[in-house]
């Protein structure tokens, strides 16, 4: 419902989302009936107890142990009620069903990276449906945090520490993963999608993205390309990201920032990937990680023959 | 210690002493205050220039030009600092703490005065870095408010210069706290019991507190984020980490989740020093303006007490997302619910004290009936964030904003907009215009509800903060985008509406007409009753005031005006009888 701009949570997606929500409505109607009476008593007594002449004199008001009472006991019933209700709600979103299929997430400026145990990678998430999917997630470098709004699940994801989420999408479609913690300057590029198969669909894309080998090296290397996540900075089409586009790239003549040029020959790719901050184009900065280095000698040669067909 | 009354009389000094190395404390508190006000309308400034960018992303704004990532993300941490640190907490207790509580317990100054200038010397550079810091290569610190590493700290520059400029306030408020617990201990007139003591300076009081316990683990923490920039430790770095410029030398080992629990460790005591003093205001304000006494005054201190306590052992409720433990979690999500009780309390004494009065509705009441309902709401909205399961999707996105902009921007600021119109003729001697605090209340309260209401229904949808383009890249949020723009006028209406608040302070000082009497609210507590307005330059007051009773006497029966004064002595035995019952029944 949030593609309509309503002012309610966002269609829900999967098992934990149905509780997730009840409970938050729940509390939003007590919450919005409390407020109505605390404004509505607010101007009743404003106006019953304005002051009407320089005389007027309050009544003496005695303190009442009661209404004392009353005012700790029935919040403490209230936000007893929410919690006992809610930590059932955390359990279920805490713990991971034992039969959940797992995946490997990697985390980096700006991108995501999902590694299937059958050794496929992606860029994009696939999960199958009616399925319990855990995720255990790394980050390379600074604090990201993966954010499906639709399966109502959100984790940090550190370096050098495992963290884990998980979910079971109950429709098949295709949903946004957000990053939710501010991870640096292109952090609202850094997004993505989850596309949930059905269970044949999902083996036949495992399938599909696990063998390589009768693929030519421009192919591959457009798989690279969104793999690895070179579309968030690199357009295809021209289009200035937050690095230079690769169309008609290859063998153009590059001005960088020290004020030397070269022509971009097949070298000058594979430099570039492998160790940017050496020559910087102008207009650009040095933003591109340097992870691109422990790329196999191969995948480099299949992403500067991708470059040099665009 | 501070001087005896009587050296009070002595030579007239310079400008400088007088008015920038002053040691009395209500110049400080002028000082604190107008250096506060000025940082937020600078912060708030901040705030206009990304709501610019969020309504019309990539719109020229005229001088700056089009807003880059860069600059948006400089902006955002910044504006969380300087309202934080550089606003709300030197103008809630370093100006209004600092005038008023020496006044309101009889004292002739701070316990320290000397430590009391040096806490605004090291504030004032403290903000002077801060800004400096936009001025360094590649600007200022652009890790968020929350400078959470590894992001701080592979940062530039500007984040050495954020670090060293918290160092300082932190000091400056560690300074503060040791003199105003001194102050309030020691230095309480005759008759001054703590029970006597105005709800103010019990605010004051719990706060100093909240601060002295829980800035030192941030100082720290702040320092070892330094260390890590400066002198490549790893306090907070992981091994292995791969930046722009490859992989990081460091010796690694360290834990990103270390500063987050430092950090919120002063991070969350800190939203009650933000909100205590706040309180203390409205409950003076309520009570003089509604002139009868404070419904549940033992019990409200009781709350605040247990308040500042508690805020000690929630922190960990802002990092659900982290995932740590259950029953880790479990024990501060019970903690989180508990802490809302004394809250609930206070607000509802508050709203009960109205019951039976005879209600003034003056400009500072006006404010002070805003902040009831705002932080209400505020609070309430907070409640599915206290909980994890309904925190998680909510957590890091508008919706978070949303609440905790309601607690501190129509909250506490409405509150300190009470105190100012509260204070300004006894701190002047005139009074400010009734019209133009009119319009600035109601164009305040309105213009403040439309930015911060749709931000609540943005986070449900699932908007996240600290975007550049406000979420215009993702699908979720198209539907949402619109309240966008809506926001960013009403941003631009709340700073027109503060036009006349400027215009009325200023005009005043020299035009406003000149109060009548000493004691110009009526109010029983003892700035407004037992010193000229203004009051003596130093030592506060022509004769030490006796206190013969509680802080609320108003409207005792049998009585000839509707106020009895602390410092009054007793009225005849009838009527002290019937006072007695009243505060002890």
């Keep these: 419902m949030g593609d309509q701009g309503t002012v309610w949570l966002p269609e829900a997606a999967s098992t934990v989302a149905g509780d997730v929500d009840a409970l938050f409505y729940f509390i ?3 919450s919005t009936i409390l407020f109505i009476g605390v404004i509505g008593t607010m101007v009743l007594f404003a106006w019953r107890f304005r002051r009407r002449s320089s005389q007027d004199r309050p009544q003496p008001v005695r303190e009442n142990k009661l209404i004392e009472a009353s005012w700790i006991v029935v919040p ?3 936000v007893a009620i929410v919690f006992v209700w809610g930590f059932r709600v955390f359990l279920e979103l805490g713990i991971a069903p034992p039969n959940s299929y797992e995946i490997d997430v990697r985390a980096r400026k700006w991108s995501w990276l999902f590694e299937y145990s059958s050794g496929a990678q992606s860029s994009e998430l696939h999960v199958p449906v009616h399925r319990p999917v855990k995720l255990r997630m790394i980050s390379e470098d600074v604090i990201h945090s993966f954010f499906v709004p639709a399966f109502r699940v959100k984790a940090d994801v550190f370096a050098g520490r495992y963290s884990y989420v998980w979910f079971e999408a109950t429709r098949q479609d295709t949903f946004v993963v957000a990053c939710a913690e501010y991870c640096g300057m292109a952090h609202s590029q850094m997004l993505t999608r989850v596309v949930v198969h059905s269970q044949d669909d999902f083996e036949n894309w495992l399938a599909n993205n696990a063998a390589d080998a009768d693929m030519t090296p421009a192919e591959r290397g457009e798989r690279l390309y969104s793999q690895q996540g070179c579309f968030a900075c690199h357009s295809l089409d021209g289009i200035e990201l937050t690095g230079p586009s690769f169309q008609g790239l290859a063998g153009s003549t590059r001005m960088f920032t020290d004020g030397t040029s070269a022509e971009a020959d097949a070298n000058y790719l594979r430099q570039a990937i492998v160790n940017p901050a050496a020559e910087i184009v102008q207009g650009y900065e040095a933003l591109m990680p340097g992870t691109y280095s422990s790329l196999s000698a191969a995948d480099l040669d299949a992403l500067v023959a991708f470059i040099e067909a665009q | 210690m501070a001087e005896p009354h009587s050296s009070s009389h002595e030579h007239k000094q310079g400008f400088w002493r007088t008015y ?13 205050g107008i250096t506060a006000l000025l940082f937020l309308l600078f912060g708030f400034g901040l705030m206009l220039l990304m709501r610019w960018q969020l309504a019309s992303p990539g719109v020229e704004i005229p001088l700056l030009g089009a807003l880059t990532p860069e ?11 300087i309202m934080v640190f550089l606003g709300i907490v030197p103008l809630a207790v370093g100006a209004f703490g600092n005038y008023v509580v020496p006044l309101q317990i009889g004292a002739p100054d701070m316990a320290f005065p000397r430590l009391n200038m040096a806490s605004y010397h090291f504030f004032f550079w403290g903000g002077v870095v801060m800004l400096a810091s936009f001025f360094v290569p590649e600007g200022a610190a652009k890790a968020g408010w929350t400078s959470y590493p590894p992001l701080a700290d592979i940062e530039t520059m500007g984040q050495t210069m954020w670090l060293w400029g918290m160092v300082l306030l932190i ?11 001194t102050t309030i201990i020691q230095l309480r007139a005759d008759g001054m019991t703590f029970f006597r003591m105005p709800f103010f300076v019990w605010a004051q009081f719990i706060t100093a507190f909240l601060l002295l316990l829980a800035f030192p683990p941030l100082e720290a923490a702040g320092f070892l984020q330094l260390a890590d920039r400066l002198l490549d430790t790893s306090f907070f770095l992981p091994s292995g980490l791969v930046t722009t410029d490859g992989p990081l030398e460091v010796a ?6 270390l500063w987050q629990h430092l950090f919120w460790f002063l991070a969350h005591p800190e939203v009650y020093v933000l909100i205590l003093p706040a309180m203390g205001i409205v409950a003076e304000v309520l009570a003089n303006n509604t002139r009868k006494p ?6 409200m201190v009781y709350s605040l007490i247990f308040l500042g306590f508690m805020s000690f052992i929630v922190w960990a409720h802002h990092m659900f997302i982290t995932g740590m433990g259950t029953a880790i979690s479990a024990f501060f999500q019970v903690t989180t619910m508990i802490i809302s009780i004394p809250s609930v309390v206070i607000l509802s004494a508050l709203f009960i004290t109205l019951w039976g009065g005879s209600i003034r509705f003056t400009v500072p009441m006006l404010f002070a009936l805003g902040f009831l309902p705002m932080f209400g709401f505020g609070g309430l909205t907070g409640l599915p964030l206290g909980l994890a399961p309904t925190d998680i999707p909510l957590h890091d996105t508008y919706y978070v904003i949303g609440h905790f902009h309601y607690v501190v921007a129509p909250g506490t600021i409405l509150a300190m907009f009470a105190g100012i119109y509260y204070w300004y003729p006894k701190i002047t001697g005139r009074e400010l215009n009734n019209t133009l605090g009119h319009i600035h209340f109601w164009g305040s309260i309105v213009s403040m509800n439309v930015i911060f209401f749709p931000m609540l229904i943005q986070g449900m949808a699932g908007v996240s903060r600290r975007l550049f383009d406000g979420g215009h890249t993702y699908s979720f949020s198209e539907g949402v985008m619109h309240y966008n723009v809506l926001m960013s006028v009403a941003a631009f209406a709340l700073l ?4 006349p608040f400027l215009i009325n302070f200023f005009m005043s000082l020299k035009r406003g007409r000149k109060t009548t009497r000493d004691n110009h609210w009526a109010a029983t507590t003892l700035e407004w009753s037992a010193t000229p307005t203004p009051p003596v330059p130093h030592g506060n007051f022509e004769t030490v005031p006796t206190v013969y009773r509680g802080p609320y006497e108003y409207s005792v029966p049998g009585h000839a005006t509707d106020f009895l004064s602390q410092d009054e002595a007793s009225p005849p035995a009838a009527e002290a009888v019937a006072a007695e019952e009243l505060v002890e029944a």
């Design chain 1, 28 to 30: 939003l109607w007590v």
């Design chain 1, 76 to 78: 403490t019933l209230l």
């Design chain 2, 20 to 32: 920038w190395f002053s040691t009395d404390h209500k110049v400080i508190g002028i000082q604190y």
């Design chain 2, 71 to 81: 600059m948006y993300n400089q902006f955002g941490a910044m504006h969380g600092t």
């Design chain 2, 171 to 181: 000091t400056s408020s560690l300074l503060g706290a040791v003199n105003f617990i």
């Design chain 2, 252 to 257: 690694g080992g360290g834990s990103p989740l």
């Design chain 2, 294 to 299: 404070l419904w549940g005054y033992r019990l």
């Design chain 2, 496 to 499: 027109a509406f503060q036009i």
